[in-house]
């Protein structure tokens, strides 16, 4: 399987809003989940979301109410919402996609990455 391209990265102002898409390659149904995480400059990658294969979705509190996650499988895509984006959200996104049987907030947890995209939220 390839890795995901992410797209959809920019500069906006604070209160803006972006669409991150994930363009994943193989058998959707193979990937049990797949996710967003976020990597701040000097700092380790965090978890931002995730999706289920069944659809269940799951976010980290400083997103939730603003960022919505949702997954089209039939154009084997993984999309990205981000509204209300403030300067904190400042950070390099990556798309991930995991075919192990169980799904997670860890890194570990997700054997395929793509090479991100930036987003800059500016005050």
């Known amino acids: 399987e390839e890795r995901p391209v992410e797209s959809g990265g920019g500069s906006v102002l604070a209160g803006g809003s972006l669409r991150l898409s994930c363009a994943a390659s193989g058998d959707p149904y193979r990937r049990y989940c797949m996710g967003w995480f976020r990597q701040f400059p000097g700092k380790e990658r965090e978890w931002v979301a995730h999706?289920?294969?069944?659809?269940?979705?799951y976010y980290t509190d400083s997103v939730k109410g603003r960022f919505t996650l949702s997954q089209d499988n039939a154009e084997n895509s993984l999309y990205l919402l981000m509204n209300s984006l403030n300067p904190e959200d400042t950070a390099m996104y990556y798309c991930?996609?995991?075919?192990?049987?169980?799904?997670?907030?860890?890194?570990?947890?997700?054997?395929?990455w793509g090479q991100g995209t930036q987003v800059t939220v500016s005050s």
């Open positions: 999706i289920t294969v069944s659809g269940n979705t």
């Open positions: 991930a996609a995991s075919t192990r049987p169980y799904c997670s907030h860890l890194p570990v947890t997700y054997n395929n």
